[in-house]
């Protein structure tokens, strides 16, 4: 569980994310137990996995890594695009640990919505996906309990189709995102 320290420390000079406080409150309530397959709010190990692409201040600072994405450590990161002020409507990207770095949502209420598919995503240089076999699938242990609390707080719905919503967000953000990659990463 994320401490609001660590969050505070993350997005320093800036203000935490309301939607990721109350997010690390829900945490602390619910305990323990996993409520979305594979996803964890994790400030302090994300910075390093992102730094192997690489190591340019202009890039790092741009970029926020507060959690944990799947069990084999894909990092989610917000991004500051400089076009919003408003840290809540800042952009998520997934880093993959098997390489590929992708929009993922328009914003943190976006990635929420996309975390009750309850799927670990896959990602890799062709793009990410969240699957899961609805004939086999079991929900998480907290799952229910998060899907109430997205409902009463955000008043989010569960999704049926993830790869709409991440088509959606790429559609708007990914080409922008990549043209500012490329000026610190190598094609």
Known sequence: MAA???????????????????????????GTIWYADGFEISPGTGRSGISTWSPDHGFLDALFPFA????????YALWNAGSSADVDEWPVIVFGDEGGVWVVARNLTDLLALLTFDAEPMIDHDGVEFYRDDKTHAFSEGHEDFIQWLRETFGIAPIDNADAQ??????????????????????
């Open 166 to 187: 991440i088509q959606a967000a790429q559609t708007l953000l990914q080409a922008q995102f990549d043209r500012w990659k490329a000026k610190f990463v190598p094609a």
């Open 4 to 30: 609001a320290s660590d969050l505070e420390a993350l997005f320093a000079p800036h203000r935490v994310p309301k939607a990721l406080s109350d997010l690390a409150r829900f945490e602390e309530k619910i």
């Open 68 to 75: 944990m994405a799947n069990g084999s450590g894909s990092i």
